[in-house]
């Protein structure tokens, strides 16, 4: 069992920036690929960036590349997510997520049905 608590959330103006935290707990962080998910009122959960558990991989939403980077520190249990040049759109739910992958392979997911554990989400709001 893997225990996921997101911080980092609020509100920001437009071309703003933030950095969510992912703070894990219970089971060896290091064996999971992490994922970033966001949600919009009114609209489907879809797949922001994902990290291999060694930190060698990372990929991202068209959306967002070149604007957010995914990162983890395995040390200290807990992936980041950079957000840089923030826009209304980018307002959601932001939730982390855990990929039991082992640490024999090096691999990640942007299905939501891959990964075992959810943290509760944290508000992103960007104002125009």
């Known amino acids: 069992q893997v225990q996921l608590v997101e911080s980092g959330g609020g509100l920001v103006q437009a071309g703003g920036s933030l950095r969510l935290s992912c703070a894990a707990s219970?089971?060896?962080?290091?064996?999971?690929?992490i994922g970033w998910f966001r949600q919009a009122l009114g609209k489907e959960r879809e797949f922001v960036a994902t990290?291999?558990?060694?930190?060698?991989?990372?990929y991202y939403a068209d959306s967002v590349k070149g604007r957010f980077t995914i990162s983890r520190d395995n040390a200290k249990n807990t992936a980041y997510l950079q957000m840089n040049s923030l826009k209304p759109e980018d307002t959601a739910v932001y939730y982390c997520?855990?990929?039991?992958?082992?640490?024999?392979?090096?691999?990640?997911?942007?299905?939501?049905?891959?990964?075992?554990?959810w943290g509760q989400g944290t508000q992103v709001t960007v104002s125009s």
């Open positions: 997520a855990a990929w039991d992958t082992g640490s024999s392979i090096v691999t990640m997911s942007v299905n939501e049905y891959e990964y075992d554990y």
């Open positions: 219970g089971r060896t962080f290091s064996n999971y690929a």
């Open positions: 990290i291999s558990w060694n930190g060698d991989s990372t």
